[in-house]
């Protein structure tokens, strides 16, 4: 029977090697990469594509969105789980292995390259609570780390695996060259979650919304955010393009804001809001119109289809200030 491989595939230069390591080696392998409103994987798509790796694209928002709420290893420096992130990865990678009669499942990790979630503990870590403690594969760090079973049962050659270490780059640009590798996405800064203002927004709505979904994710994506009190917050468009994605997720029971008769952002109350928020959002909306900030606007709110319009005074940057996230 052929050994089979089940590469967890990023469609960065290192998975590229990583696979190119075990591939050459006669080992079947079948890539797999994951998305979720956090991570894409357009770019591990067509690099697979382009390097003749049959792949899967698994949507695993759910499961993640469970773990991104009470990560048990918590986030980093910002709502960054990366430990329980890897892990769930690597136990759906390793369901899929068992699923497919595949002998391991390997990664493009190179150790120590991220000194939080890549140190030698960690990926040890990870490793064991994904379920599969010995048929987890790091070909690029592989001398480096205990050996796992496919090694020690002869499927995978342990000496032509690498001992790569650190953050430098220069073996696997070494390795690149050698492999005819010329064309690559450069490295990654992480997934969404990484991001501060992305973080801050998320923050909220989970402790505002806990069981939010996957529509107010999205809606996280775009325009400003601004929390009105424990229940209602508005969302204001920055551009035409966060105005039409705005309107796109509107939902029944929201609230459409537009200031009438000059151009502006249009404005989304999640659930619709009370009155009196409704008049707040109003006011966040025309300060962002191209209104004059000191006069009265008039603005169209429109719920269930139903449109009520009234003036509004813009928000002065103090009230902006005040209640944006
Ligand atoms: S950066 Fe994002 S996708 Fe990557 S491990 Fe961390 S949480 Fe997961």
């Not at 430990?83 to 493009?108: Q, S, Y």
């Amino acid at each position: 029977m052929k050994v089979k491989g089940i590469a967890l595939f990023s469609g960065g230069l290192d998975s590229i090697l990583a696979f190119k390591l075990i591939a050459e080696q006669g080992i079947q392998v079948v890539g797999i990469t994951f998305e979720t409103p956090f991570f894409g994987a357009a770019k591990a798509r067509a690099t697979a594509r382009r390097i003749g790796l049959p792949h899967a694209v698994l949507d695993i928002t759910e499961e993640h969105l469970k773990m991104l709420r009470a990560p048990r290893y918590g986030y980093g420096k910002n709502m960054n789980p990366c430990i329980d992130c890897h892990t769930l990865m690597l136990n759906i990678a390793g369901r899929k292995m068992e699923e497919e009669g595949a002998d391991f499942v390997f990664t493009g990790e190179v150790l120590g390259e991220r000194p939080m979630s890549q140190g030698k503990q960690s990926l040890r870590v990870v490793a064991k609570n994904a379920g599969y403690p010995d048929r987890i594969l790091r070909p690029l760090s592989a001398k480096l780390l205990p050996e796992t079973e496919p090694e020690r049962e002869g499927k995978v050659d342990r000496s032509r695996l690498c001992d790569l270490q650190g953050r430098g780059r220069k073996r696997q640009m070494e390795m690149a060259v050698h492999y005819g590798v010329t064309s690559y996405p450069p490295p990654a800064g992480g997934c969404l979650l990484t991001d501060p203002m992305f973080s801050r927004r998320l923050r909220d709505l989970f402790a505002h919304h806990p069981d939010c979904r996957i529509r107010e994710i999205e809606l996280l994506k775009v325009g400003r955010h601004f929390r009105l009190n424990e229940t209602t917050k508005v969302v204001i468009g920055r551009n035409a393009m966060d105005n039409d994605t705005i309107e796109r997720l509107a939902d029944h029971g929201d609230t459409l804001i537009r200031i009438a008769q000059v151009p502006g952002p249009s404005a989304l109350i999640p659930g619709g809001g009370s009155e009196d928020t409704r008049l707040l959002a109003a006011a966040l909306c025309a300060r962002y119109s191209d209104a004059p900030k000191d006069c009265e606007v008039v603005a169209d709110c429109i719920r269930e289809g139903v449109l009520s319009s009234t003036p509004v005074r813009p928000a002065t940057p103090e009230e902006t200030g005040r209640f944006i996230i």
